[in-house]
């Protein structure tokens, strides 16, 4: 009986839970005379607006500079939540690296934006582009909006065909 008392008073737990050493630090006590640090002033220096009860400085306030949201460009557009392209003919496509058609397609296969889905790797409603990031010794028929160039060089060069998709 003693043994598991023993140890049950080694185990970590919620009752014997507490913070890391120095992680926690005692709150400042304001006003409370000069040995403390933070006495006469309170920390608030020597008069001005700074020193006045219910003083809360303007964030947006810069003083004489050129304040932040006036040098940031704007968000334009009927919804304001962001979705609204900042360059002009911006086009979302989802990438497809060949490295992971090689892994997840058999020889003679045809991808499909359908099959990738399928496959768990064009997931998103955007357009497919195959990327060349990988490696492909499979011939696959890959069927995708849109390829790069080195990717079509290799896709083709397994053996395999590539067909665009118009959008």
Not at 105 to 119: D, H, I, W
């Amino acid at each position: 009986m003693a043994k598991k008392q023993e140890s049950r008073a080694d185990e970590i737990g919620l009752h014997n839970l507490s913070p890391k050493p120095g992680s926690r630090r005692p709150r400042k006590r304001i006003g409370r005379g000069q040995g403390s640090g933070t006495g006469k002033t309170s920390g608030r220096g020597h008069g001005g607006q700074g020193q006045r009860s219910g003083n809360t400085r303007d964030a947006a306030r810069e003083g004489g500079q050129n304040p932040i949201h006036r040098r940031m460009r704007k968000l334009r557009g009927p919804n304001m939540k962001k979705s609204m392209p900042f360059e002009n003919f911006r086009t979302s496509t989802q990438p497809v690296n060949l490295g992971d058609l090689e892994e997840r397609f058999e020889a003679g296969a045809e991808v499909t934006p359908e099959s990738l889905k399928a496959a768990g790797l064009a997931t998103r409603s955007f357009p497919v582009k195959v990327l060349a990031k990988g490696e492909i010794s499979k011939a696959l028929t890959v069927k995708a909006h849109g390829f790069s160039s080195t990717a079509r060089e290799k896709i083709e060069a397994a053996g395999g065909s590539c067909e665009l998709i118009e959008a």
